[in-house]
């Protein structure tokens, strides 16, 4: 069975500051992760999808990264912001259940503060 | 476009009361998927749908929960009984094929008393 882990749980930083979110997979055999925003009383928006075969993704200030063999993803965030305050959830589709299932990790809250 | 919505987005019951969640995919998204989110954990898979039929319901957690999607759009989760452990967000997600990228609605908030 597929488990997601995210660490840390939480996380409060200064304006600025550059971070990294963790997430690690217990089952290699995914078709691609994905990172999620999820702001409160909001729904989840998808901030970058790295399929199995690449290594990385950029978007903006965000940079997700993808080490399958050792079932690790990282989401880098440079120059932090306010407005970057979320729960950022993690979330894979696994081969052995099926493309249509995200499973996801338990997120990290950040507050950034001014 | 206009995005995933979801009613109520707030229902409060009482244990043993029927209720029924409703989901609006994007138009033209043929895949549908239920979610449900307890308080500080991920989203959890409860079901997909393809077109008009439930493709995978191997994430309801019991009988007491099923869901329908009759013309292939609308969706609803239809929960029985409901117990206070059923308290949680529900979410809900479309995407044009099933191999496409999932987009989430805002959920609704259900709590049980």
């Known amino acids: 069975k597929q488990e997601v882990t995210q660490i840390p749980a939480a996380l409060s930083v200064p304006e600025g500051e550059n971070l990294v979110l963790n997430c690690s997979f217990t089952d290699s055999a995914i078709y691609n992760l994905q990172w999620f925003r999820q702001d409160p009383g909001k729904g989840l928006t998808s901030l970058l999808l790295i399929q199995s075969s690449q290594r990385e993704q950029t978007s903006g200030r965000l940079n997700a990264s993808l080490d399958k063999s050792s079932g690790r993803s990282t989401l880098y965030i440079a120059a932090s912001q306010p407005g970057d305050s979320a729960t950022y959830l993690c979330?894979?589709?696994?081969?052995?259940?099926?493309?249509?299932?995200?499973?996801f990790g338990t997120g990290t809250r950040l507050l950034v503060s001014p | 476009g206009a995005g995933v919505s979801q009613t109520p987005s707030n229902k409060v019951t009482e244990k043993g009361k029927y209720v029924e969640l409703r989901c609006d995919p994007i138009s033209g998204h043929t895949a549908l998927y239920w979610y449900r989110q307890s308080l500080g954990q991920g989203p959890e898979f409860l079901i997909y749908f393809q077109g008009t039929g439930a493709a995978d319901d191997s994430g309801l957690p019991n009988d007491r929960f099923f869901a329908v999607r009759p013309e292939g759009s609308v969706s609803t989760l239809k929960i029985q009984r409901t117990e206070r452990g059923d308290s949680a967000v529900y979410l809900c997600?479309?995407?044009?094929?099933?191999?496409?990228?999932?987009?989430f609605g805002p959920g609704t908030r259900l709590l049980v008393l």
């Open positions: 997600a479309s995407s044009l094929t099933d191999q496409e990228t999932q987009y």
């Open positions: 979330a894979v589709h696994t081969l052995n259940t099926g493309f249509q299932k995200l499973v």
